[in-house]
């Protein structure tokens, strides 16, 4: 079974803190994505990755970053955090169509 | 704008009838379109996909159509269980771009013994 884990579920932060979250998935799939999730929005795409160090902007990358230095990890940073992007963060992983979502970190900035 | 739109936010029904789910789109063609269940805390899991060419796809109770001339794909779960509660994402991938896919914001489905 795929696997993508996520390194925290609650994480509660300040506002101006730099945050990171953590991706890992263990089936050596080329893409990975990092979305956000709000009530009545629906997931919300705010990077990709199709390779090691390759990475493309979403919807909504404004507020963030992204690294991948290994294919199996990629990380979302939020440089400054602010209270706009308390949210739901999911990281997901596919070979082609298909997405395997982690269980997703609940990140509140007070 | 490209807009999905599920057609409520929540649908209630009894165990044992079938469920039906609608997703609908505007200024979008996608190559293909994902239905995704989601549970309270988790992240959402793949169900089906189905390509533009294809009218119907079914899986056990599932049963997705894909209608291109109007826009719109309905989701069936026929002889629901209580079990099948959760949100329903649907998702549309673009033709251009294997990794632009946009969701919905989802169908909360109950189903009550």
């Known amino acids: 079974d795929v696997k993508v884990t996520q390194s925290s579920r609650y994480l509660v932060k300040r506002t101006g803190e730099k945050v990171f979250l953590e991706c890992v998935q263990d089936?050596?799939?080329?893409?990975m994505f990092w979305y956000r999730q709000d009530p009545g929005l629906g997931l919300r795409l705010i990077y990709f990755s199709y390779d090691v160090k390759m990475k493309e902007k979403g919807d909504i990358p404004e507020g963030y970053s992204v690294s991948r230095e290994k294919k199996e990890r990629f990380s979302l940073i939020l440089e400054s955090a602010s209270t706009n992007q308390t949210s739901m963060y999911l990281c997901?992983?596919?070979?082609?169509?298909?997405?395997?979502f982690g269980p997703g970190t609940r990140l509140t900035v007070t | 704008s490209q807009k999905i739109e599920q057609n409520s936010e929540a649908l209630n029904i009894q165990e044992g009838k079938t469920a039906t789910l609608t997703c609908n789109y505007t200024?979008?063609?996608?190559?293909?379109l994902q239905w995704y269940r989601q549970d309270p805390g988790r992240g959402p899991v793949f169900l089906l996909l189905?390509?533009?060419?294809?009218k119907e796809k079914r899986k056990e109770r599932l049963k997705v159509t894909f209608d291109t001339t109007l826009k719109q794909s309905l989701f069936h779960i026929t002889a629901s269980q209580p079990a099948d509660s959760a949100t329903y994402l649907c998702?549309?991938?673009?033709?251009?771009?294997?990794?632009?896919?946009?969701f919905g914001a989802g169908t909360r489905l109950t189903v009550k013994p």
């Open positions: 998702a549309l991938g673009s033709p251009y771009n294997n990794n632009d896919m946009r």
């Open positions: 200024n979008y063609s996608p190559a293909y």
């Open positions: 997901a992983s596919s070979r082609v169509h298909e997405q395997y």
């Open positions: 189905i390509r533009e060419n294809e």
């Open positions: 089936m050596d799939h080329e893409n």
